[in-house]
């Protein structure tokens, strides 16, 4: 934020962010004034972002609305066979754990459980000799992220 009137950065004055017009939080402009306020959009889609600084006794209110396009990640899915225990391990493209995303296990096209990965982005399930079999790990996708898949 820079005063119109000389030029110079207006630190300390606190900036309200909408989405979609819904207000999600302020923040206070740095000595810079820099604005910055994190926010992590729950899908992919179009969003409008609209920034509000209400007028003072010394300076008059301002406001700015900027579009983006938020999209899909993709997703990477490791498979870990160890004798009979299957460990799937669902991460973004960045390295990120996923959690709480359904993991599909096929053998010959044929859907043999599910499971639901934990914090740390896994799921294990056990299968008899799973070291013999061709198992299929799947992670479908959702609003977030694209699937992916992987085979034993």
């Given at each position: ?66 579009h983006t396009q938020v999209v899909k990640l ?46 740390n982005g896994q799921v294990t399930i056990y ?25 034993t």
């Amino acid at each position: 934020m820079i005063d119109k009137s000389n030029g110079i950065p207006m630190a300390n004055k606190t900036i309200d962010f909408y989405i979609n017009g819904i207000y999600i939080g302020s923040a206070v402009a740095d000595q810079n004034g820099v604005v910055k306020l994190n926010y992590t959009f729950k899908k992919a889609g179009n969003y409008q972002i609209f920034t509000k600084f209400n007028e003072i006794e010394t300076q008059y209110g301002s406001n700015a609305t900027n579009h983006t396009q938020v999209v899909k990640l993709p997703t990477i899915t490791e498979i870990v066979v160890e004798g009979n225990k299957i460990t799937v391990i669902l991460t973004d493209e960045y390295g990120n754990l996923l959690k709480n995303k359904e993991i599909i296990f096929r053998e010959n096209g044929v859907v043999n459980g599910t499971g639901i990965t934990n914090i740390n982005g896994q799921v294990t399930i056990y299968y008899k000799d799973a070291y013999k079999y061709k198992i299929i790990a799947i992670f479908i996708g959702d609003e977030k992220y694209y699937g992916s898949s992987d085979i034993t």
